[in-house]
C-alpha cells in the first residue's frame, strides 16, 4: 500500500522514513518527506506500535449500526481502529485488498488509514469502533487523553 513520507529519521549508517500511517520503513539516501513509498506495514494490517486508543463508538446493535457504517467509507490519514464484536457476528469488508470476513468474540477487524471499508450485521449483535492515532508528543494529533484500550481478544 502506498504512503506518504512524513519525516526522514537518521539511524547512523542509515536512514528510516515515517510514513504517514505510523509505520516506519529503510529508506534510501534519497527519499525525501511527501515522497511516496511502499509499506508493507498497512499491507499486512499490521497497527503501528505505541499508538493510544483516544476515541470509541457507542455501543451499536444490529438495530443502531449507522447506515453509513454499512456503506464504503475511510478513517482520516494517520488513524487506525479496531472493530470489537462483543456478541453475535458482523461482515467485515473492505473491497479494495479482498477481505471479507466475520468478525464474532475473540476476532478484532483492523481498520488500515484511508482504506474504504463496511460492515454488515449478521442478525443479533453488539460491537463497538475503537479509534488509535501515535501519541501526541510523538507527532500532530490532537490534545484528547488517551483512552483505555479494550482488553485483546
Same mark, same amino acid.
Given at each position: 500500500?502506498?504512503?506518504? /513520507?512524513? #519525516?526522514?529519521?537518521?539511524? %547512523?549508517?542509515?536512514? =528510516?522514513?515515517?510514513?504517514?500511517? +505510523?509505520? @516506519? $520503513?529503510?529508506?534510501?539516501?534519497?527519499?525525501? /518527506?511527501? #515522497?511516496?513509498l511502499e509499506c %508493507?506495514?498497512?499491507? =499486512?494490517?499490521?497497527?503501528?506500535? +505505541?499508538? @493510544? $486508543?483516544?476515541?470509541?463508538?457507542?455501543?451499536?446493535?444490529? #438495530?443502531?449500526?449507522?447506515?453509513?457504517?454499512?456503506?464504503?467509507?475511510?478513517?482520516?490519514? +494517520?488513524?487506525?481502529?479496531?472493530?470489537?464484536?462483543?456478541?453475535?457476528?458482523?461482515?467485515?469488508?473492505?473491497?479494495?485488498?479482498?477481505?471479507?470476513?466475520?468478525?464474532?468474540? +475473540?476476532?478484532?477487524?483492523?481498520?488500515?488509514?484511508?482504506?474504504?471499508?463496511?460492515?454488515?450485521?449478521?442478525?443479533?449483535?453488539?460491537?463497538?469502533?475503537?479509534?488509535?492515532?501515535?501519541?501526541?508528543?510523538?507527532?500532530?494529533?490532537?490534545?484528547?487523553?488517551?483512552?483505555?484500550?479494550?482488553?485483546?481478544?
Amino acid at each position: 500500500m502506498k504512503r506518504q /513520507v512524513v #519525516d526522514i529519521i537518521r539511524t %547512523g549508517p542509515g536512514e =528510516r522514513a515515517r510514513l504517514d500511517c +505510523g509505520h @516506519e $520503513t529503510d529508506a534510501d539516501a534519497g527519499t525525501a /518527506v511527501g #515522497d511516496v513509498l511502499e509499506c %508493507g506495514g498497512c499491507d =499486512r494490517g499490521e497497527m503501528p506500535e +505505541g499508538f @493510544e $486508543t483516544y476515541k470509541q463508538t457507542p455501543e451499536f446493535t444490529q #438495530d443502531t449500526v449507522p447506515a453509513a457504517l454499512q456503506r464504503a467509507h475511510s478513517t482520516k490519514r +494517520g488513524v487506525w481502529a479496531r472493530i470489537v464484536v462483543a456478541e453475535g457476528r458482523l461482515r467485515y469488508q473492505v473491497e479494495s485488498t479482498g477481505l471479507d470476513t466475520v468478525l464474532s468474540p +475473540g476476532t478484532v477487524g483492523i481498520v488500515v488509514p484511508e482504506v474504504p471499508h463496511a460492515v454488515t450485521p449478521l442478525g443479533t449483535v453488539r460491537f463497538r469502533v475503537y479509534f488509535y492515532r501515535m501519541p501526541a508528543s510523538a507527532g500532530d494529533a490532537a490534545d484528547a487523553e488517551p483512552l483505555k484500550p479494550p482488553a485483546p481478544p
